[in-house]
């Protein structure tokens, strides 16, 4: 069985910093690009950052660039959010995402193949 579990989620003060990690197994890690995603309620889950097989190409929403890092490391199945400089408008459930396809777009929800349980961000002002 494929799972995917997101982790470090909580409170956070604006202007601080939260490392989310997301664990993976049941998948051969490597075969697989990897997202993060998120949703707010009564929004539509949006891209927050993507990163491909290897790590060597990331990709990252207009709104968290800059302030936002994804990585990942193929050695432990698991791929990091690290995000900083938060804001309240940053409140959300995070998702990561693990994509097969090599030639579907990393920002598009419907390209991605196994998903996580999401992680709870708040950030207060």
């Known amino acids: 069985q494929v799972q995917l579990v997101e982790s470090g989620g909580g409170l956070v003060q604006a202007g601080g910093s939260l490392r989310l990690s997301c664990a993976t197994s049941g998948l051969t890690f490597t075969n697989y690009g990897m997202g993060w995603f998120r949703q707010a309620p009564g929004k539509e889950r949006e891209f927050v950052a993507g990163i491909t097989r290897g790590g060597g190409i ?4 207009d709104s968290v660039k800059g302030r936002f ?4 490391d193929n050695a432990k199945k698991t791929v990091y959010l690290q995000m900083n400089s938060l804001r309240p408008e940053d409140t959300a459930i995070y998702y990561c995402a693990a994509i097969y396809s090599r ?18 961000i708040t950030v207060s002002s």
């Open 58 to 61: 990331t990709y990252y929403a």
């Open 69 to 72: 890092t994804i990585s990942r």
């Open 103 to 120: 030639s579907a777009s990393l920002h598009d929800t419907r390209s991605y193949n196994y998903w996580g349980q999401g992680t709870q």
